[in-house]
């Protein structure tokens, strides 16, 4: 109970007809804003040492919480899984993308045994939205985000598509509701994102509701495409080649306080390409290039930079939009990666489509390169540099694979600004935060159907800079493993042994300490062996071990 003063002065007049205190009115929900971007390197944005132009999101740092260890589940398709669902994709039922399998881990999108950050969010009175990439459909029989709790949804289902052309990859869910109108050339994706944001937002207010809303920018995943403008502003930026961009990166993030004083700057990273047209190797320092290589290679990374730079423009248009309804201190605001940066699938990049192909573009050619008749990735080499300071890269579970930024940003709830957070945070703990945060009911059934508990544990803790209850956190994708226990990270490569780092005193995995610790590689790997038989991971599809 809260004192009222002017029912009390009242009280004190007419102390017969009117009570001395009131009920306090029930506390304000907090909204919840979720930023997904699409394969973005850990240190590509400014407050994670890049040199990418990124000040909204600076400024959301710089006024909330980084968190120096969080993780994500590897690829896309997992990481969302996992994200929406609060379990590992494997309990969700995706653990090899939308591939369809009779394996309970591998259905290809999220099973009845699941409910969604939305679904639970809306039962406890929330405007649900989501605009951007699903990605957790295998199919047309397949639920949508608005079968999945969403009230609105505008974007794509599948998983890339031109940046350029709405139809057919764009949608407007459900069927029937308003659907902007753009001209023929002023379709760009990440500002279209931006456009819906805002509309959302306005229906929710409308409503009178608190809101959640999920924005999974396809920015920067390939084709790589930005808008003339952006690209420009980077024409110079990488012809110095990554070699130069890793090192400077890792002297800010030392500089900036992410990393200590003489955290070492990984090897350059080996690269295996798909199966279909198998190779294996290592990224090559910049400077054996020839000039033409580099030229294209400094445009990929323009244009990669760009639409990174577009999507914190389009952030900052929803950041102001709550600041103008006074909104922004009750909405907390999260912002990260679904994996590393995407090294498909070699130092060169790719063409055309996601395969063997690439085109050394010279002359004319190169000022075209991210326009709307284009369709490039950027390579294992940027790849490389856009994890700075780690190893590897998304599909693999060495943290340059796994291990995100991520920002929280939340002035009612959050005291602390521009400090970092050491806690090892994962997809996982999103749902329940959003459950605890939104006074929710996670379910023990829907319907006739029982539902997986949650896996992960509340941030709130972390937040106020106290230790998160967790044993361990575990991870698998195309038979690339790892398991984290306390300090200790135990990491395969598919059908590669068992390495062992200290992660708090060696997070670039530099040192391998299988050998000398064999009790404990034994001891852990059987542990990963008991998580993936609870989580579903095995069997792996035909039965295969």
Known sequence: MTQSFVPLLIGLILPVFA????????????????ILADDLGFSDVGCYGGEIATPHLDKLAANGLRFRQFY????CCPSRASLMTGLYPHQAGVGAMNNQTAAPGYKGFPQPNTVTIAEVLRAAGYHTSMIGKWHLSAGPKTPRPTDRGFDEFYGM?????SCFQEDPFYTRLPA?????????DGFYSSDVFGDYSLDFLAEARKQKKPFFQYLAFNAPHFPLHAKPDDIRKYAETYTKGWDKIRAARLAKQIEIGLFPTGTPLSPLSDYTTRADFLRHGENPAWDTLDTARRADLARRMAVFAAMVTCMDHNIGRVVDDLTKHGELDNTLILFLSDNGACAEWDPFGFDGNSGPNNVLHKGDQLAEMGSAKTYHSYGSGWANAGNTPFRMYKHYCHEGGIRTPFIAHWPKGIAAKGEYRDQPGHLI??????????SAKYPDKVGDVAITPMEGTSLLPAFANKPLDREMLAWEHERNRAIRVGKWKLVAKAGGEWELYDIEADPVEMTNLAAKMPEKVTEWARKWDDWAKRCQVLPYPGGAR
């Open 429 to 438: 703990d999103v749902m329940t935060t959003c459950v605890e945060l939104g």
């Open 157 to 161: 289902i599948g998983g890339f598509n």
């Open 19 to 34: 009570p001395a205190t009131l009920p306090a009115a029930e506390p304000q929900k907090p909204n919840v804003l979720l």
């Open 72 to 75: 994500n589940s590897t690829r």
């Open 176 to 184: 029937g509701r308003p659907k902007r109108k753009y001209a023929k």
